[in-house]
């Protein structure tokens, strides 16, 4: 076994299909301890493996196994049946967080609540229709192209039904969408704090890490894409906005490049207490304690600058990591989209929000200043405004537009042995799932580099070299699981992670490679068309291990 603190396991963002993906991989490595003469349990699994880091959707992974002793007990349940995984998931997981007969349903009042929280951007999108001297309206054409087909029937029920019971909430938000996955799917209570000692035993000792990214305008995206995922320039993030009155926050410009996105992650030793601090801060970079923001109401200063490091992130997550709710923190990890949130309204969510309140409170106090700020029409008055700035209201990101792997943060905290764990879409063809991207030699944005050898190209056809297990006859959505090693990874001083320069990682992938099968939505060229597809996927990967003798070879290389 490696040394605790120079391990590390990462699990790739990816929703449901990662974690899909991951758990069936380590039901199917369950299975197949016996025969190295070892009990089916995550502890033997995990033992090598001292970090342990999701980003995304990873961490509904990571989260799972080690705070739900329900998803950690049928992991290990499973893997004894593993014919049957995918039946099993399905059953004790997938439909008890479905289940919408299982909810106190009061429907009405939780919609007029949602719209509520809406009534400015509604008003604001109205007038235009009411007055169309103001703005051209719009026509329906946006909504005439969406795939739909009696096929997808299944999946509107069933997002229909998490709908309903999200709603409960009072809002359609992503912090809370994830807090009732965990609750009802794997009985994690949404209070439940990272450092609780209620956490399974396999995993007490080890850091487990959540990776976020925070929004730092202003500046340009060095890490998303030129398409819909990435943020492009940004001069202020937005905080409120109507047609009458905006927050916003901002830092001074300067004549030097500035990164308007930050990577951060959540850190915690688990089993260390609810009084914890954590073991590596929030954000960590050069880059994070230099950021001294000024929020402003209509263009007018709000107080004096704030330094969110010391202001924000210190109090609310490093101080009192330990009470970071555990669900709050991977909702923070996942929020896909969240660009797309334009704080116009507060009721449907895509961001994360979050301020400097101690003690793990800080989620739940952002999402009360934006109820009382979305919750009557007119300008947020002079003291609530006031208010938002003190306690640094702000959004949080998917971790994925920063680092899919999350190798970064862990490299960056001292591990020089990482296993990767990767989800491949493969439905148009070979495709590395931006492993490659790491490297020196990939395109634009760089700000993903952190090794500058082996080459971008050398990774690429590595990976496309490493041996597979292949799916079992008549299986519908996995089509092969990707093994291997890179052994001479080197550290390119990359500022944004604080990495420094020439440091020797070994990385082991394991590469899931599926098709016709998203992270969660709709899509075309997919026949993907119901979420209890994921229990297929998970039965497949499993079977598919369990029944390959290199299932043994990854073993031995691996983990044991």
């Not at 499973?78 to 007969?101: D, H, I, Q, R």
């Not at 912090?175 to 956490?199: H, K, S, V």
């Not at 597979?468 to 944004?496: E, F, H, M, Q």
Request: hydrophobic share 40%; proline share 6%; glycine share 10%.
């Amino acid at each position: 076994p490696g040394c605790p603190n120079k391990t590390a396991a990462v699990f790739e963002g990816g929703g449901f299909l990662s974690l899909a993906d991951f758990t069936g991989v380590i039901v199917g490595l369950l299975n197949k301890l016996p025969s190295l003469g070892h009990k089916r349990k995550l502890e033997t699994l995990f033992e090598r493996y001292g970090i342990l880091a999701g980003v995304s959707g990873g961490s509904w992974t990571t989260f799972q196994l080690v705070y739900s002793a329900h998803y950690a007990d049928l992991v290990e349940r499973s893997a004894a049946l593993p014919k049957f995984a995918g039946t099993m998931w399905n059953a004790e997981y997938l439909l008890p967080w479905l289940n919408v007969l299982n909810v106190n349903v009061t429907l009405p009042e939780s919609v007029l609540e949602c719209i509520s929280l809406a009534k400015n951007y509604i008003v604001d999108r109205l007038l235009p229709w009411l007055h169309p001297s103001l703005a051209q309206r719009g026509s329906s054409s946006d909504v005439q192209g969406l795939p739909f087909s009696l096929s997808r029937l299944p999946w509107v029920l069933q997002v229909l039904a998490e709908a309903i019971i999200v709603l409960q909430g009072g809002s359609l938000s992503w912090i809370n969408f994830i807090e009732t996955l965990f609750e009802r799917g794997a009985g994690i209570p949404r209070d439940l704090g990272m450092g609780t000692p209620d956490a399974n035993a396999w995993a007490k000792g080890k850091t487990n890490i959540a990776v976020t990214g925070v929004v730092t305008p202003p500046g340009h995206d060095p890490f998303g894409p030129g398409d819909d995922w990435g943020f492009g320039n940004l001069s202020a993030q937005y905080v409120y906005k109507t047609t009458r009155s905006s927050i916003t926050y901002a830092a001074e410009a300067t004549e030097k490049p500035q990164a308007n996105t930050l990577p951060a992650s959540f850190s915690v030793v688990v089993g260390a207490g609810t009084d914890a601090e954590a073991p590596h801060k929030f954000c960590w970079s050069p880059a994070c304690a230099e950021y001294l923001p000024q929020y402003k109401q209509n263009g007018r200063n709000l107080g004096g600058a704030m330094n969110f490091s010391s202001d924000v992130w210190g109090p609310a997550f490093d101080k009192y990591a330990g009470m970071v709710p555990v669900s709050s923190a991977s909702a923070a990890s996942s929020a896909f989209e969240a660009q797309l949130d334009s704080a116009r309204q507060a009721c449907v969510v895509l961001s994360v929000w979050t301020t400097n309140k101690e003690k793990g409170e800080s989620f739940q106090e952002a999402q009360d200043l934006r109820a009382e700020m979305f919750g009557s029409l007119g300008a947020v008055s002079k003291p609530l405004a006031s208010t938002v700035a003190t306690g640094g209201l702000q959004p949080l990101i998917d971790g994925g537009l920063n680092d899919l792997f999350g190798i970064a943060h862990v490299v960056a905290f001292g591990a020089t042995e990482v296993l990767a764990f990767m989800d491949v879409d493969i439905n148009f063809g070979p495709s590395d799932s931006g492993l490659s991207e790491l490297f020196r030699g990939t395109g634009d944005p760089t700000g993903r580099i952190i090794f500058k050898s082996p080459t971008a190209a050398d990774v690429s056809s590595m990976y496309a070299a490493f041996p597979r297990i292949y799916a079992k006859p008549g299986s519908k959505w996995l089509k092969s699981i990707a093994y291997g090693t890179i052994t001479d990874c080197v550290t390119w001083a990359n500022p944004l992670y604080g990495l420094e320069d020439g440091v020797n990682v070994k990385l082991n992938v394991l590469g899931i490679e599926t098709a016709n099968i998203t992270i969660g939505l709709i899509e075309e060229n997919y026949t993907f068309n119901s979420l209890t597809n994921y229990g297929q996927l998970v039965g497949e990967i499993a079977q598919a291990l369990a029944g390959s003798d290199a299932t043994r070879t990854i073993l031995q290389d691996f983990f044991l």
